[in-house]
């Protein structure tokens, strides 16, 4: 099964094993990665799943879609590596990903 690796802002990494068809935010919170609240359960309504994309991933995870990038624009610290972690569903191609917390989010 595919792994992610969360980065909280202290530099704690969570290793978490997702099954594919499972969300980047959903290997977070079954993880109790700090940061990732996720309050609206997924449904692109709130942004608290905000993470940055590791550099090297920005290609293969590739863009937000048109709803997920309008809720961004409610997000702090939004940069080019902004994706909301609900909005992307692991699979193998996905394995190895490495996402940031904002510093923003604690
Ligand atoms: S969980 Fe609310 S936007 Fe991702």
Redesign the pocket.
Known sequence: MPKVTYVENDGTEHIVTIPAGLSV?EGALNDGVLGID????????????HVKIAPDWRDRVGPAGPAETE?LEFAVDVTPESR????ITMSAELDGLVVHVPQSQR
């Open positions: 935010m996720a309050d609206c359960g997924g449904a692109c309504a709130c942004a608290t799943c809720m909301l972690s609900c909005q």
